[in-house]
């Protein structure tokens, strides 16, 4: 009962300015700084094992932004999905890259978009493009299942499971020369299809799905993210070739250049990443989870 409260609450908040929403966001953050929680410890851990050279004071005020900036995420969804199409495309202020769309007639186009910045907005703008397939993952509470589904789809896009007929439909997809999206930094459930590879140094689980598709379908791959702006601005995507080896036989090194090309897009505006997500809870045989004591 609470949840759905809150929900509706959340959903009516579509209305506000995007400054408004994002100045919300921003003081849930700070709040979020000021009181011990599970996020932030989890944002510190990744911080010191992803930039281990940086002082304290850094990282503090990077962990800072990042809690500022998760709160943004949460405020923008309810303008991202419960604004019209057109009310909500019209926060792309600018799209950079757009020169890495371009393919072969009849070649798919392969988009590995990790979370950073408003991922969501990478979605609308792809759907602008041609027939778009993507993966999801159902969210925990199921009455948001159709919520997400609805708000995804609005503009033409299939949302598929992450199972084997959500890939066999990616497959059909790129082979017809459509359109599909990966979010590659999550972490898989099983090894199974996935190896371990470094993530700034960091061995991380890291999905093969991604090598395999551009293997049996010859896609183009890009990688792709939608910058938050200041002042509640709107968003400027960016399109980016990915580094060299992600279709490579060798599974460690097609995974590692997959997190290189993650690497690459949060190089852009670090603390706009998801920095409060265990990307390292999976670790290989004899080496520990490092947020076994910090659940």
């Known amino acids: 009962m609470v949840v759905r409260i809150f929900y509706h609450i959340w959903r009516w908040m579509h209305v506000l300015p995007l400054s408004w929403l994002h100045a919300i966001g ?4 700070n709040l979020y700084r000021l009181i011990p929680n599970r996020e932030r410890r989890i944002i510190d851990i990744n ?33 991202v999905w419960f604004r019209s199409l057109e009310q909500a495309t019209s926060l792309i202020c600018s799209v950079e890259g757009e020169v890495h769309l ?7 186009l392969l988009v590995l978009a990790p979370h950073i910045g408003c991922w969501e907005i990478v979605g609308l703008d792809l759907q602008r493009r041609g027939q778009v397939t993507n993966l999801y993952r159902p969210p925990r509470v199921a009455f948001l299942d159709d919520v997400m589904k609805q708000a995804r789809e609005r503009g033409g896009a299939e949302l598929v499971p992450t199972d084997n007929r959500g890939v066999k439909r990616l497959l059909a997809t790129l082979k017809a020369g459509g359109i599909s999206g990966i979010l590659p930094d999550q972490q898989p459930k099983s090894d199974k299809g996935a190896v371990f590879a470094p993530f700034f140094h960091t061995p991380a689980l890291t999905m093969l799905l991604v090598n395999r598709l551009a293997r049996k379908t010859g896609a183009k791959l890009v990688l792709a993210c939608a910058e938050r702006l200041e002042q509640g601005r709107g968003y400027r ?32 505006f670090p603390s706009q990443y998801q920095w409060s ?19």
């Open 47 to 79: 911080l010191r094992l992803c930039f281990p050279q940086k002082p304290e004071p850094e990282i503090q005020a990077l962990r800072n932004q990042t809690l500022q900036q998760m709160g943004c995420t949460l405020m923008e969804l309810s303008a």
């Open 277 to 295: 997500y265990k990307r390292f809870s999976r670790q290989p045989e004899g080496l520990t989870s490092p947020y076994r004591n910090n659940s």
């Open 102 to 108: 371009q393919r072969d007639p009849g070649q798919g």
């Open 237 to 268: 995507v960016h399109y980016l070739a990915p580094p060299a080896g992600i279709d490579d036989e060798d599974p460690v090194k097609a995974a590692t250049a997959l997190n290189q090309g993650v690497e690459q897009l949060i190089a852009l």
């Open 26 to 29: 921003r003081l849930i953050g």
